[in-house]
């Protein structure tokens, strides 16, 4: 059976928990949101972003999804706001705010 | 229909082997299961079984191996002896944690130094916190049905714990002896085909393994293995009546050797079993009333059981086959005496340290054994709580 | 192999899920995910990990940041560990438990502790035995999940926390050990060396070809580390940059012993250039200790000598 990992917290008893602690799934990650880290913000100036998709593959965390060969907004909720992507972007499409808003 | 053969009993685990035919055996020689692997890697490189044989370069790996060939899937199993098994600590606790079902081929061999290759039960007691079945054999018979059952046991849902399969080096593992081997057939359809319900080679079905866990929930997660260990108990015994009805031959937690009026007990384990039996069978002519309880099941632990077959004897000797170093006596000495005190059951008890490093246990060792109990018993002799039998002094 | 572009390979679904715990920065993941995108997108993976940093940050109970199915064993034993998942998949497909159409790729990741160290034995057997998996190191130069002890991949100099910079002690004594050499002497099909250039297009190459190379396959990953190498965060790829162009971390190949060159810069940089902007050489630009430097450099060119002249350069 399937792990339902919303089940699964602190106070689960332990007959709640799954065999061996192994997870029937993939990907449960999503589910925990270290958005809820940074200190800066990466903010996505879209009308200087020529799609060159230079950002993408340097973000750890997978926070910048690309759809049809075009990069969407960033994932908030996980973004660790680590600047790696405002650095790389060659036409100061993404800007690195302070704080934790997007 | 059985078959009439004599083999010793790394060859009658390994015929065993043969007739299960796993998946995947990863293994690494030592002395004395090194038999094992390399009979089996015959049996495969003659097409006789459709095992992948992974020579791995140490027994680490080849419990490493294991743990991800059954997380993917596959039934497994491995082989070794004393250092080997050892040198496995770390894993063998992650294929019980992770809740593996595969099995081990146990030739029990004493634990260095000095490094000694001879019998005796440090490694597989060395290894007895560590959550895995363990299920000991007197001679290469019972190996040989003690290694059929072994999977059926561990895959029980209910349980779902890897299995050791013990015998004793060079005296078993070595010896020849007759057997009665049963047919292909019947032990294919006995032990079944392995399909998990989860494993990592699942297509469309991924699953992870082996997580880092907060304190949260890694307590919970122990109590589970508890559990399981404890179901272990009613499986094993459900899996040897299923065995009854295949072979005619009865197994249990223990076996009880004219043990039901008996005064004097001696509680033991493993190949030395046959020789006390021997020496209760001398004694019962000179009319002394002596028994001996050989167990089986070393884990999980027939505390209760034991007990009850143990109340109504005057004295027990708990002979254990290699030493604990807690200053008190062996694994056996201090598992027992605290069953019998948990069931209120006060009788005498002696614990004897036999031996080690392959040192010889003799028949007349077993008598002079029921005589110090009997002189215990009946005349009040001072007995030394812990000791040494076979030592030079 | 498929012809590169980066837009067609960011367009994959992508395999390692947001939410793990790696630092902001970390150069290990962007390592995982450029190598996973190497994976054709109807291959499943079962993806293998030592303990380290990577391991503990992407599989805490119970969240998983993999897509596919993910093993971890203990610490020396991803080698060993994925030798028997590969073992297993050779089995089932053999018993027909798995039909034609289910194919699964190996890979296992391991930090340079898990794979230059307590790993290492465990490497050279699933190398040497051959089996048909990838292992791939995130090489961040230290034991940098239990805080930053020297491992062997540690360069010559660097300030780690068991050998710290002190009055007496100018940080680890031994230059880093060429684990890929080692690899590539055990005569495997393929084995490689990579970094993250800004298209991607060298690790991706070298990614797809180790997962679709028959046989044992070996990709060294240089995957900064910001924590512990003490630069600042952003500039990772810059910092990458310049192990290429300085050649401290030159890109390679090596197949059944023939070495091919990667990539030469026109313009070799001075050492300099590459320890400059990171906390743990700082001590090697004080005053007096020129000399360190120096020593740096003659091993840095002659490593680089030595790989011209294999690369029949």
């Known amino acids: ?102 | ?393 | 192999m498929s012809d590169y572009s980066l837009k067609t390979m960011m367009n994959k679904k992508e395999r390692l899920a947001p939410g793990h715990r790696m630092c902001a920065g970390c150069g290990a993941t962007i390592a995982v995910r450029a190598v996973l995108r190497g994976l054709h997108e109807e291959d499943q993976a079962v993806i293998g990990n030592a303990t380290g940093c990577l391991e503990v940050s992407s599989f805490m109970y119970p969240f998983t940041a993999w897509e596919d199915s993910y093993i971890h064993n203990a610490f020396e034993n991803a080698g060993a560990t994925l030798s028997g998942v590969e073992a297993a998949y050779k089995v089932l497909k053999k018993k027909g438990k798995l039909g034609e159409e289910d194919t699964f790729k190996f890979i296992t990741f391991g930090g340079d502790g898990g794979t230059y160290d307590i790993g290492f034995q465990s490497l050279s057997g699933a190398m040497e035995r051959g089996h048909d998996m990838v292992y791939v190191c995130y090489d961040n130069g230290a034991y940098m999940n239990t805080g930053i002890q020297r491992s062997s991949a540690t360069p010559i100099y660097a300030d780690t926390t068991t050998t710290p910079v002190g009055s007496r002690s100018n940080g680890k004594m031994q230059n880093r050990k060429d684990l890929a050499s080692i690899i590539a002497d055990h005569d495997v099909p393929y084995v490689a060396q990579t970094t993250f250039t800004s298209d991607f297009k060298d690790i991706h190459r070298k990614s797809e070809k180790a997962i679709y190379t028959e046989g044992a396959a070996f990709l060294n990953v240089m995957a900064p580390c910001p924590r512990g190498w003490r630069y600042d965060t952003p500039d990772i790829m810059n910092i990458c940059k310049l192990a290429v162009e300085t050649c401290y971390w030159p890109l390679f190949e090596v197949e059944h012993g023939k070495w091919t060159l990667s990539y030469e810069p026109k313009k070799k940089l001075p050492i300099e250039d590459f320890l400059r902007p990171q906390g743990r050489f700082k001590h090697l630009f004080k005053p007096g200790n020129e000399d360190l430097i120096v020593q740096f450099q003659k091993e840095v060119d002659r490593r680089w000598e030595d790989l011209l002249y294999k690369c029949n350069r």
Request: charged share 25%.
């Open chain 2, 1 to 393: 229909m059985s078959i009439k053969e004599r083999m010793s009993g790394n060859e009658a685990v390994s015929y065993a082997i043969r007739q299960i035919n796993p998946d995947v055996m990863p293994a690494f020689p030592i002395t004395p299961s090194t038999e094992i692997p390399q009979m089996v890697s015959t049996f495969a490189a003659n097409g006789q079984v459709d095992t992948e044989f992974i020579p791995v370069e140490s027994e680490h790996s080849a419990m490493s191996a294991a743990i991800g060939a059954e997380a993917a899937g596959a039934r497994t199993m491995t082989a070794t002896s004393s250092v080997g098994l050892a040198l496995m600590w770390e894993e063998l606790l992650l294929a019980a944690s992770n809740r593996l079902p595969l099995a081990l081929a146990l030739v029990n061999r004493t634990l260095s130094g000095p490094i000694n290759i001879n019998c005796d039960h440090s490694d597989g007691m060395g290894a007895r916190d560590t959550g895995w079945i363990q299920i000991y054999a007197e001679n290469n018979q019972e190996a040989y049905d003690n290694f059929i059952q072994a999977f059926p046991i561990a895959e029980n849902p209910s349980v779902h714990l890897p299995i050791m399969i013990c015998q004793d080096g060079f005296i078993t593992s070595h010896a020849v002896e007759n057997i009665e081997l049963l047919e292909d057939e019947p032990v294919k359809k006995f032990v079944g085909e392995y399909n998990p319900e989860e494993f990592l080679l699942n297509p469309g079905k991924p699953i992870a393994v082996g997580p880092y866990s907060v304190s949260n929930y890694a307590m919970e997660a122990k109590k589970n293995q508890e559990d399981a260990m404890e179901n272990a108990k009613e499986v094993i015994l459900e899996v040897a009546k299923k065995f009854y009805k295949m072979s005619g031959r009865k197994y249990g937690l223990f076996e009880e050797y004219r043990t039901k009026d008996a005064d004097y007990i001696m509680l033991i384990m493993g190949s030395a079993a046959g020789t006390a039996k021997e020496a209760v069978d001398e004694l019962r002519e000179k009319g002394m009333k002596a028994g001996v309880l050989k167990l089986r099941v070393f884990r999980p632990f027939p505390e209760k059981e034991i007990a009850e077959a143990l109340k109504n004897c005057k004295a027990a000797a708990i002979m254990d086959r290699c030493e604990s170093y807690n200053g008190n006596g062996g694994p056996l000495g201090s598992e027992v005496t605290a069953g019998l005190y948990r069931n209120k059951v006060i009788i005498e008890t002696v614990n004897y340290i036999y031996g080690l490093a392959g040192r010889d246990f003799t028949v007349d060792h077993a008598k002079q054994i029921f005589d110090e109990l009997a002189g215990l018993v009946e005349e009040g002799k001072e007995v030394m709580q812990h000791q040494y039998i076979g030592l030079r002094k």
């Open chain 1, 1 to 102: 059976m399937r792990t339902d990992v919303s089940k699964i917290n602190e106070t689960t008893p332990h007959t709640g928990l799954t065999e061996g602690l192994m997870i029937f799934g993939a990907g449960t990650s999503k589910e925990f949101k270290t958005g809820e880290w940074r200190t800066n913000t990466p903010v996505f100036l879209e009308d200087k972003c020529k799609q060159c998709l230079l950002c993408a593959p340097v973000c750890p965390d997978s926070c910048i999804p690309v759809t049809d060969g075009k990069r969407e907004k960033f994932d908030m909720d996980h973004c660790k706001g680590c600047g790696i992507c405002a650095k790389v972007c060659p036409f100061g499409a993404i800007e690195m705010k302070e704080g934790i808003e997007a």
